[in-house]
């Protein structure tokens, strides 16, 4: 063998030997990640991260929506800022049920539900309190916070999409969420047709519309809480 062929030779075998050396620290290091979780646990910190900004935006847009509100005279903003509060509720309800039993998750799910349930009956009661004395909303008021919250919200539907499918004090985040945008667009559209026909009424059919919905969303949050409450029961190990 010549001596150029005996150093390629030498120069081949020392690069296999390098990359295998390579390929096994690698392997070693990946599997050292899978077993201590610092996967799952980065997942966890990304997911909580996700519901204190949720939490942050959703208690900002409620102040800002119900003095709006208040300017603007209208009891659509009103209800949809008292929307915004459950969801901030709902998401720090998630927070503290994180790593906690399922029994506690699905309590927390029904508290932010219960929660849900009585302002959507304080904002129908409000929506009809102004019904009878009467309100003039502002019709461009309701369109511009309308569509500051729905690009809020929207962010935050997208935010919150890996928990559509999640347990139900998760879940709940996301079904809020899906609330508040269809809440803003009712508004919006309210706002125009306030601004067209120089009437409350469009106001107040969307204040009763979105007090409603959310009567609705609470009960179904409700159902889904009572239904993990009882499976964590039925899952529980027995004395």
């Known amino acids: ?30 599997s050292c990640m899978s077993d201590c979780g610092c996967h799952a646990e980065a997942t966890n910190e990304a997911e909580r991260r996700t519901l204190r900004i949720a939490l942050a935006l959703n208690a900002a847009m409620f102040v800002v929506g119900a003095i ?28 503290m049920a994180w790593h906690r039993s399922a029994g506690f998750k699905a309590q927390a799910a029904g508290l932010s ?12 009661d409000v929506v009809v309190w102004r019904a009878v004395a009467g309100s003039e909303p502002e019709g461009p008021w309701m369109m511009a916070i309308a569509f500051v919250s729905l690009l809020v919200n929207a962010t935050m539907l997208r935010l919150l999409q890996r928990f559509r499918q999640g347990e ?27 601004l067209l026909t120089h009437h409350a009424a469009p106001d107040l059919v969307i204040g009763t519309a979105i007090a409603l919905y959310v009567i609705k969303e609470a ?17 529980a190990p027995r004395r």
């Open 1 to 30: 063998m010549s001596s150029l062929t005996w150093i390629k030779a030498s120069l081949q075998y020392r690069t296999r030997s390098s990359r295998s050396s390579c390929a096994g620290r690698l392997h070693r290091r990946k």
């Open 68 to 95: 709006a509100g208040v300017i603007a005279d209208s009891m659509g903003l009103v209800a949809d800022a008292l929307d915004m509060l459950a969801d901030a509720s709902a998401d720090a309800s998630a927070l």
């Open 113 to 124: 539900g219960t929660l849900l349930l009585v302002l959507g009956a304080v904002a129908l």
């Open 168 to 194: 139900v004090h998760l879940r709940a985040t996301w079904l809020f969420t899906r609330v508040d945008v269809i809440a803003n667009l009712a508004v919006i559209a309210a706002g125009v047709l306030v």
């Open 219 to 235: 009960l179904s949050i409700l159902r889904e809480a009572k239904e993990a409450r009882l499976a964590a029961l039925t899952t």
